[in-house]
Protein backbone atom coordinates (compact mmCIF):
# COMPACT_ATOMS: atom_id res chain seq x y z
CA UNK A 1 0.00 0.00 0.00
CA UNK A 2 1.27 3.83 -0.96
CA UNK A 3 0.08 7.20 -1.39
CA UNK A 4 -1.50 7.20 -5.26
CA UNK A 5 -2.76 10.91 -4.70
CA UNK A 6 -0.33 13.77 -4.41
CA UNK A 7 -2.04 17.21 -3.61
CA UNK A 8 -0.54 19.87 -1.32
CA UNK A 9 -4.19 19.96 0.61
CA UNK A 10 -3.40 16.88 3.03
CA UNK A 11 -2.05 16.73 5.72
CA UNK A 12 1.03 15.00 4.55
CA UNK A 13 1.17 17.03 1.37
CA UNK A 14 3.03 15.97 -1.39
CA UNK A 15 4.46 13.65 1.03
CA UNK A 16 5.03 9.74 -0.10
CA UNK A 17 3.55 6.92 2.14
CA UNK A 18 5.01 3.94 1.62
CA UNK A 19 4.11 0.55 3.95
CA UNK A 20 7.52 -1.15 4.48
CA UNK A 21 6.80 -3.85 7.24
CA UNK A 22 3.26 -5.45 8.32
CA UNK A 23 2.60 -6.79 11.89
CA UNK A 24 5.73 -6.95 14.69
CA UNK A 25 7.59 -10.05 16.13
CA UNK A 26 8.35 -8.98 19.24
CA UNK A 27 4.88 -8.85 20.73
CA UNK A 28 4.67 -6.28 23.36
CA UNK A 29 2.00 -7.45 26.23
CA UNK A 30 0.13 -3.73 25.47
CA UNK A 31 0.58 -4.12 21.61
CA UNK A 32 -2.73 -4.95 20.28
CA UNK A 33 -1.08 -4.26 16.14
CA UNK A 34 1.31 -6.96 17.29
CA UNK A 35 -1.06 -9.42 17.42
CA UNK A 36 -3.57 -8.03 15.23
CA UNK A 37 -1.21 -8.18 12.22
CA UNK A 38 0.91 -11.60 12.78
CA UNK A 39 2.56 -12.87 10.65
CA UNK A 40 4.99 -10.52 10.06
CA UNK A 41 5.07 -9.90 6.28
CA UNK A 42 7.84 -7.74 4.37
CA UNK A 43 6.75 -6.26 1.31
CA UNK A 44 9.60 -6.78 -1.35
CA UNK A 45 12.55 -4.48 -1.82
CA UNK A 46 11.79 -4.08 -5.56
CA UNK A 47 8.47 -3.27 -5.54
CA UNK A 48 8.99 -0.39 -2.95
CA UNK A 49 12.04 1.04 -4.89
CA UNK A 50 9.58 1.13 -7.99
CA UNK A 51 6.97 2.68 -6.10
CA UNK A 52 9.37 5.03 -5.03
CA UNK A 53 10.84 5.53 -7.95
CA UNK A 54 7.90 6.19 -10.23
CA UNK A 55 6.41 8.61 -7.44
CA UNK A 56 9.84 10.80 -7.46
CA UNK A 57 8.62 13.69 -9.96
CA UNK A 58 5.90 14.09 -7.54
CA UNK A 59 7.36 13.78 -3.77
CA UNK A 60 10.46 15.14 -2.45
CA UNK A 61 9.85 13.25 1.02
CA UNK A 62 9.28 9.28 2.10
CA UNK A 63 7.43 7.72 4.75
CA UNK A 64 7.87 4.66 5.95
CA UNK A 65 5.29 3.06 7.23
CA UNK A 66 5.19 -0.20 9.58
CA UNK A 67 5.51 -0.24 13.09
CA UNK A 68 8.31 -2.78 12.97
CA UNK A 69 10.41 -0.82 10.35
CA UNK A 70 13.58 -2.81 10.99
CA UNK A 71 12.26 -5.96 10.80
CA UNK A 72 12.52 -5.99 6.79
CA UNK A 73 15.19 -8.14 5.99
CA UNK A 74 16.41 -5.89 3.13
CA UNK A 75 15.89 -2.09 5.09
CA UNK A 76 19.70 -1.08 4.62
CA UNK A 77 19.59 -1.44 0.83
CA UNK A 78 16.11 0.34 0.28
CA UNK A 79 17.05 3.17 2.69
CA UNK A 80 20.50 3.73 0.91
CA UNK A 81 18.45 3.23 -2.84
CA UNK A 82 15.65 6.07 -1.02
CA UNK A 83 19.26 8.19 -0.38
CA UNK A 84 20.59 7.67 -3.55
CA UNK A 85 17.34 8.89 -5.71
CA UNK A 86 17.44 12.31 -3.29
CA UNK A 87 14.84 11.31 -0.88
CA UNK A 88 14.24 12.88 2.52
CA UNK A 89 13.55 9.68 4.71
CA UNK A 90 10.67 9.93 7.64
CA UNK A 91 10.71 6.76 9.33
CA UNK A 92 7.77 5.46 11.77
CA UNK A 93 8.94 4.77 15.39
CA UNK A 94 12.31 2.91 15.67
CA UNK A 95 13.26 0.00 18.01
CA UNK A 96 16.08 0.71 19.48
CA UNK A 97 17.12 -2.97 19.81
CA UNK A 98 17.31 -2.84 15.79
CA UNK A 99 19.12 0.07 15.00
CA UNK A 100 22.66 -0.05 13.70
CA UNK A 101 25.56 2.33 12.63
CA UNK A 102 24.07 1.77 9.08
CA UNK A 103 20.21 2.74 9.63
CA UNK A 104 21.08 5.84 11.49
CA UNK A 105 23.83 6.83 9.38
CA UNK A 106 21.31 6.78 5.95
CA UNK A 107 18.72 8.48 7.87
CA UNK A 108 20.90 11.36 8.56
CA UNK A 109 22.24 11.44 4.98
CA UNK A 110 18.42 12.02 3.57
CA UNK A 111 18.03 14.79 5.89
CA UNK A 112 16.25 13.67 8.74
CA UNK A 113 17.48 14.97 12.08
CA UNK A 114 14.69 13.84 14.51
CA UNK A 115 14.64 10.21 15.91
CA UNK A 116 11.66 8.47 17.83
CA UNK A 117 11.89 5.48 20.02
CA UNK A 118 9.68 3.58 22.85
CA UNK A 119 11.20 2.97 26.01
CA UNK A 120 8.02 2.42 27.52
CA UNK A 121 9.29 2.57 31.01
CA UNK A 122 12.28 3.79 33.09
CA UNK A 123 13.19 0.82 34.91
CA UNK A 124 14.40 -3.03 33.43
CA UNK A 125 11.58 -4.68 36.00
CA UNK A 126 8.76 -2.92 34.51
CA UNK A 127 9.74 -3.46 30.71
CA UNK A 128 10.14 -7.08 31.41
CA UNK A 129 6.77 -7.27 32.88
CA UNK A 130 5.37 -5.98 28.88
CA UNK A 131 7.57 -8.60 27.16
CA UNK A 132 9.89 -5.85 26.25
CA UNK A 133 14.33 -6.94 26.87
CA UNK A 134 15.47 -4.11 26.99
CA UNK A 135 17.80 -2.61 29.87
CA UNK A 136 18.74 0.79 30.46
CA UNK A 137 22.14 0.15 29.42
CA UNK A 138 21.23 -1.10 26.27
CA UNK A 139 18.94 2.21 25.58
CA UNK A 140 21.77 4.13 26.80
CA UNK A 141 24.12 2.43 24.76
CA UNK A 142 21.73 3.03 21.63
CA UNK A 143 21.48 6.62 22.92
CA UNK A 144 24.92 7.01 22.08
CA UNK A 145 25.06 5.43 18.53
CA UNK A 146 22.59 8.18 17.52
CA UNK A 147 23.72 10.92 18.41
CA UNK A 148 26.92 9.76 17.49
CA UNK A 149 25.82 9.27 13.93
CA UNK A 150 25.04 13.23 13.74
CA UNK A 151 21.39 12.76 14.90
CA UNK A 152 20.44 16.04 16.96
CA UNK A 153 16.38 15.39 18.20
CA UNK A 154 15.51 12.54 20.09
CA UNK A 155 11.61 12.00 20.98
CA UNK A 156 11.08 9.00 23.84
CA UNK A 157 7.10 7.40 24.77
CA UNK A 158 6.85 5.83 27.91
CA UNK A 159 3.60 4.73 29.22
CA UNK A 160 2.24 5.74 33.01
CA UNK A 161 -0.19 3.18 34.32
CA UNK A 162 1.02 0.07 33.67
CA UNK A 163 0.62 -3.59 35.69
CA UNK A 164 2.42 -3.35 38.82
CA UNK A 165 3.46 0.22 38.73
CA UNK A 166 5.38 1.42 41.60
CA UNK A 167 6.09 5.23 42.23
CA UNK A 168 9.84 4.09 41.79
CA UNK A 169 9.02 3.13 38.44
CA UNK A 170 7.80 6.73 37.83
CA UNK A 171 10.72 8.45 38.88
CA UNK A 172 13.13 6.17 36.90
CA UNK A 173 11.33 7.56 33.69
CA UNK A 174 12.93 11.16 34.41
CA UNK A 175 16.10 9.26 35.56
CA UNK A 176 16.67 7.95 32.28
CA UNK A 177 15.63 10.81 30.65
CA UNK A 178 17.96 12.75 31.99
CA UNK A 179 20.58 10.29 31.83
CA UNK A 180 19.51 10.48 27.75
CA UNK A 181 19.43 14.02 27.57
CA UNK A 182 23.32 13.82 29.33
CA UNK A 183 24.78 11.98 26.36
CA UNK A 184 22.98 14.10 23.97
CA UNK A 185 24.46 17.10 25.41
CA UNK A 186 27.91 15.15 25.21
CA UNK A 187 27.69 14.93 21.61
CA UNK A 188 26.09 18.04 20.71
CA UNK A 189 29.29 19.97 22.12
CA UNK A 190 31.37 18.21 19.76
CA UNK A 191 29.32 19.78 16.99
CA UNK A 192 28.28 23.38 18.70
CA UNK A 193 24.62 22.43 18.05
CA UNK A 194 22.38 21.37 21.11
CA UNK A 195 18.96 19.65 19.61
CA UNK A 196 16.41 18.37 22.08
CA UNK A 197 14.95 15.00 23.78
CA UNK A 198 11.24 15.28 24.49
CA UNK A 199 9.27 13.06 26.97
CA UNK A 200 6.18 12.09 25.94
CA UNK A 201 4.01 9.88 28.35
CA UNK A 202 0.48 8.92 27.89
CA UNK A 203 -1.39 7.37 29.60
CA UNK A 204 -2.48 3.11 29.52
CA UNK A 205 -5.95 2.11 29.57
CA UNK A 206 -8.05 1.84 32.08
CA UNK A 207 -7.55 -1.64 32.59
CA UNK A 208 -3.80 -1.16 32.74
CA UNK A 209 -4.38 0.93 35.59
CA UNK A 210 -2.60 0.25 39.23
CA UNK A 211 -4.96 2.61 41.66
CA UNK A 212 -2.30 4.50 42.33
CA UNK A 213 -3.50 7.73 41.77
CA UNK A 214 -4.77 9.49 38.75
CA UNK A 215 -2.45 10.04 35.85
CA UNK A 216 -2.13 13.31 36.54
CA UNK A 217 -0.84 12.52 40.22
CA UNK A 218 1.74 10.03 39.04
CA UNK A 219 3.37 13.03 36.34
CA UNK A 220 3.22 14.82 38.90
CA UNK A 221 5.57 12.61 40.97
CA UNK A 222 7.88 12.73 38.05
CA UNK A 223 8.76 16.65 38.63
CA UNK A 224 9.36 16.50 42.14
CA UNK A 225 13.22 17.24 41.62
CA UNK A 226 13.76 20.25 38.72
CA UNK A 227 14.59 19.04 35.44
CA UNK A 228 17.50 20.15 33.55
CA UNK A 229 17.25 22.50 30.27
CA UNK A 230 16.55 21.03 26.98
CA UNK A 231 15.10 17.63 28.24
CA UNK A 232 11.25 18.65 27.42
CA UNK A 233 8.24 16.49 29.13
CA UNK A 234 4.64 16.21 27.64
CA UNK A 235 2.11 14.42 29.22
CA UNK A 236 -1.13 13.31 26.84
CA UNK A 237 -4.33 11.40 28.94
CA UNK A 238 -5.10 8.92 26.08
CA UNK A 239 -7.01 6.28 25.67
CA UNK A 240 -5.90 2.70 24.41
CA UNK A 241 -8.25 1.35 22.46
CA UNK A 242 -8.30 -2.39 21.29
CA UNK A 243 -6.05 -2.93 24.13
CA UNK A 244 -6.04 -7.37 24.26
CA UNK A 245 -4.48 -7.63 28.32
CA UNK A 246 -7.69 -5.29 29.33
CA UNK A 247 -10.28 -7.51 31.57
CA UNK A 248 -12.07 -4.59 32.24
CA UNK A 249 -15.53 -4.38 30.10
CA UNK A 250 -16.15 -1.93 27.53
CA UNK A 251 -16.81 1.62 28.57
CA UNK A 252 -20.45 2.96 27.48
CA UNK A 253 -20.73 5.36 24.83
CA UNK A 254 -21.17 7.88 26.99
CA UNK A 255 -17.57 7.27 28.92
CA UNK A 256 -16.28 7.13 25.49
CA UNK A 257 -17.47 10.53 24.70
CA UNK A 258 -16.05 12.10 28.18
CA UNK A 259 -12.51 10.14 27.16
CA UNK A 260 -12.39 11.82 23.54
CA UNK A 261 -13.13 14.97 24.91
CA UNK A 262 -10.42 14.81 27.69
CA UNK A 263 -7.88 13.68 24.41
CA UNK A 264 -8.05 17.19 23.23
CA UNK A 265 -7.67 19.16 26.27
CA UNK A 266 -5.65 17.13 27.73
CA UNK A 267 -2.02 18.04 26.51
CA UNK A 268 0.30 20.04 28.54
CA UNK A 269 3.98 20.65 28.32
CA UNK A 270 6.54 20.60 31.02
CA UNK A 271 9.44 22.72 30.25
CA UNK A 272 12.52 23.27 32.65
CA UNK A 273 11.19 21.37 35.53
CA UNK A 274 8.59 23.70 35.59
CA UNK A 275 4.68 21.67 36.28
CA UNK A 276 1.76 22.98 34.72
CA UNK A 277 -0.32 20.84 37.90
CA UNK A 278 1.28 23.07 40.39
Not at 59 to 85: F, K, Y
Request: charged residues 25%.
Amino acid sequence: PSTVIFTPDTEFGARLLVEVVRGCANLCRFCWAGYNYLPVRAFPADRILEIAAAARPHAQRIGLVSIALCDHPEIERILQALVDMGYGITPASLRLEDLTPAIVRLLHQSGERSVTVAPETGSDRLRRVINKTMTNADILDRTDLIFREGMENLKLYYMIGLPTETDEDLVAIRDLTLEIRDRMVTHAKARGTIGRSYCAAPAASSGYHTGNGTPKKRWRLMHQSPVRPFTQFSYRWRMYSGCHCSSRPRASSDSLASIEAMNHCRLVTISSGRSPFS
